[in-house]
């Protein structure tokens, strides 16, 4: 095949794909804008392979807002880092919550469809082989929860487990009480918020 008609091919295949991506952004009509607060890269079993993680905070309220605007910033990330194989968007509640446990929304887009092959704890036998993964919860916390989080997850560390058959790496007791003191609330009142992940399937891209 003449080198002239190689490079069309090319460049066809890259409009198509350019067209697809604008095509599926433009069904996230309930994405809301997004700040990145944060990133770090995913370690991988393969050299082949390349991940990132980023965190982003936005005033999104409900499920579907959680859930399309981490899906708009994966879409987003993809175009200004083509390097990554896998992209992970995380939307966390507060920057002072990045890489803790709680979260509003996750997406996974494996843009070589491989899923989350090659990812240490992830089931090699079911999370491999899809192009998205995204789940959402349906409500944000509530303003008291939030401070909570906040408090918990930044002192955690001054409260070391003083047993060590322990399977947390704090003492829950004094932490509980540390927060409890310092919000002025009962420590049956404290306890460490969760937001419940459900997957989002509402769109049709999502599940190719």
Same mark, same amino acid.
Not at 153 to 178: G, Q, V
């Given at each position: 095949? !003449?080198?002239?008609?190689? =490079?069309?091919?090319? @460049? *066809?295949?890259?409009?198509?794909?350019?067209? %697809?991506?604008? $095509?599926?952004?433009?069904?996230?009509?309930?994405?809301?804008?997004?700040?990145?607060?944060?990133?770090?890269?995913?370690?991988?079993?393969?050299?082949?392979?390349?991940?990132?993680?980023?965190?982003?905070?936005?005033?999104?309220?409900?499920?579907?807002?959680?859930?399309?605007?981490?899906?708009?910033?994966?879409?987003?990330?993809?175009?200004?880092?083509?390097?990554?194989?896998?992209?992970?968007?995380?939307?966390? !509640?507060?920057?002072?919550? =990045?890489?803790?446990? @709680? *979260?509003?929304?996750?997406?996974?887009?494996? %843009?070589?469809? $491989?899923?989350?092959?090659?990812?240490?704890?992830?089931?090699?036998?079911?999370?491999?082989?899809?192009?998205?993964?995204?789940?959402?919860?349906?409500?944000?916390?509530?303003?008291?929860?939030?401070?909570?989080?906040?408090?918990?997850?930044?002192?955690?560390?001054?409260?070391?487990?003083?047993?060590?058959?322990?399977?947390?790496?704090?003492?829950?007791?004094?932490?509980?009480?540390?927060?409890?003191?310092?919000?002025?609330?009962?420590?049956?009142?404290?306890?460490?918020?969760?937001?419940?992940?459900?997957?989002?399937?509402?769109?049709?891209?999502?599940?190719?």
């Amino acid at each position: 095949m !003449p080198v002239k008609y190689i =490079i069309v091919l090319f @460049l *066809s295949l890259i409009f198509i794909y350019c067209s %697809v991506s604008e $095509k599926d952004k433009s069904k996230l009509t309930r994405a809301k804008t997004y700040q990145v607060v944060g990133e770090h890269g995913i370690t991988l079993n393969n050299d082949s392979r390349r991940a990132n993680v980023w965190f982003i905070t936005s005033d999104a309220g409900n499920f579907d807002e959680f859930a399309q605007t981490v899906i708009l910033a994966a879409f987003e990330m993809h175009q200004q880092h083509k390097q990554y194989d896998l992209i992970q968007i995380t939307l966390v !509640p507060h920057e002072d919550l =990045i890489a803790t446990e @709680l *979260s509003y929304a996750s997406a996974f887009y494996a %843009v070589d469809k $491989k899923g989350l092959a090659n990812i240490s704890g992830a089931d090699q036998n079911t999370m491999t082989n899809f192009k998205w993964l995204v789940r959402a919860a349906e409500n944000p916390l509530q303003t008291k929860d939030l401070v909570i989080a906040k408090l918990w997850y930044k002192h955690m560390a001054d409260f070391p487990s003083e047993d060590p058959l322990s399977s947390l790496s704090y003492n829950k007791e004094k932490l509980i009480k540390f927060v409890s003191d310092s919000l002025r609330l009962e420590k049956k009142e404290i306890r460490l918020p969760r937001a419940i992940l459900k997957d989002y399937k509402s769109l049709d891209f999502l599940i190719e």
